[in-house]
């Protein structure tokens, strides 16, 4: 009866030392599962800040798995490309290249699979189309099992003033014909001088209505050829033409009139022109060539035919509130690809045939217009057609064109003039139409010819008419040792190359003129008569 109590005791030390035992058990696991929440805590923690890291770097940031699907993608890779992270996750990295199996991206994958990492510079694509250009850094991810997973891909923008090889190699072209433009130019004007001259010799002798007629026909084209010339220097070389107020109504309808001779029938002409259309400050020919630039392009986008609209406007552009004339050449044609917008005004860059374009056309373009202080726009649509905006600055006074009313020139008083050109033809042309006028003429070939001549009869010779490019010895050389012999030589100087700074530079030299070939007779007769008489 005494021991009963002693086994309740020991029943009932059992349970609590039971129930001590599963509380220690309770606080310990929540010990090691508080531990292991804040752990994951702080993983996911740091993830956020990885990721936040990521998305303030100027870099573009994207993780790809080795399947090639984008799985990760930071705010400066939707600033650079233009898609959204939702947009573009899970797609292929392919859609960053031109074309699926780009050999750049095989490249790239190969070496970052078997060296772990690769770099190097990539052509990529914008959403919109455009190209860019990146220096890409490629690093291979691999899971605990040292297995491939994915791949960390950094991105750079090169600089948009850095010149890519092709912009290198079409800058060295330009400069090649430059020096061929110049080279040209001078041959080209000396065949065009004689010719000219010829003309208006004609022009004097002939009484025929039918006669005179075909030589105004010839005597223009043979202007418009030295005019565009002139424009194959000033693409080549920067130089400008001389500027007049131009009636963009006139141009316009010359344009039209062309148009509707030349173009297939199946492309219809449609011209808008306003008839308080304002004026512009320019060299008519390079605006002739601009519109003939863009109506060409817009016939040959238009093989089967369509619909050439060609519309000017007076507009006034804020914030300056300055004028503009706007004209719209638009057409309906084949339309101008996004991904190539952007480089069709680079030189040389053509979508034609190489025997159908050279791609110095939009290039030309560009160049006259800046130089006009104007601009262009250029909106297209494939299959849709395309829409050039050209806007130059308008002249909105009551300046008129001026319409020049021919002078009759004073014949000679048989001055006698020494023309010295290397051209046998040039001499003789000059000094048959010098002869009309009734001047006296000696001729030379060259500036030791010149030199020789002006020594044995300095006394009679009036003026000198002197080429600057010779062999032997050039016009700068000549004129240096004529005015030695007399430093009131009148010289007047010609040449179908010099620049308006070569011109300045040969005025310091103390000539009293220059013409640039091809000159008409007229213009020959009104110099040597100034020069003559100090006026």
Known sequence: ????????????????????????????????????????????????????????????????????????????????????SEDILGKSITELWY?????????????????????????????????????????????????????????TQVATNKPSPAQLLRSQRLESIGTLASGIAHDLNNILSPILMAIQL????????????????????????????????????????????????QLLLEIEQIVQQTFPKSIICQINIPENIWYVLGDITQLHQILMNLVINARDAMPYGGILRITADNVVLAPQSKHYISLYIEDTGLG???KIQKQIFEPFFSTKEISKGTGLGLSTTLSIIDNHGGFINVQSEEGKGTKFQVYLPAVVSNTQPVNFVEIELAMGNEELILVVDDEAIIREITKLSLTAYNYKVLTASDGKEALSIYTKYQEQINVVLLDMMMPSMDGAIAIRKLQKINPQIKIIAMSGLLSPPDESAIVNMGVKAFLSKPCTTQELVQAINAVHTDN
């Open 1 to 84: 009866m005494i021991e009963q109590p002693s086994i309740y005791i020991d029943k009932q030390n059992f349970l609590v030392v039971f129930c001590l035992l599963f509380l220690v058990l309770i606080i310990f696991s929540c010990n090691i599962l508080w531990h292991y929440i804040s752990k994951n805590q702080q993983a996911e923690n740091k993830i956020y800040e990885q990721a936040a890291i990521l998305d303030v770097v100027n870099d573009a940031v994207l993780v790809s798995n080795i399947h090639q699907q984008i799985t990760f993608w930071n705010k400066s890779a939707e600033i650079l490309y233009g898609w959204k």
């Open 99 to 155: 074309e699926p199996n780009s050999t750049q991206l095989k490249i790239a994958l190969s070496t970052v699979i078997n060296q772990g990492e690769w770099e190097g510079e990539l052509h990529q694509l914008r959403k919109n189309g455009e190209e860019l250009i990146v220096i890409s850094r490629w690093v291979l991810l691999r899971d605990k099992k040292n297995q491939p997973k994915s791949i960390a891909i950094t991105n």
């Open 202 to 249: 004609l022009q004097m002798k002939s009484q025929d209505v039918q006669m005179q007629k075909l030589l105004n026909t010839l005597e223009n084209n043979v202007k418009r050829g030295a005019s565009l010339l002139k424009n194959v220097l000033s693409f080549a070389r920067g130089i400008e033409g001389k500027k007049t107020i131009v009636s963009v109504r």
């Open 336 to 338: 101008i690809p996004a």
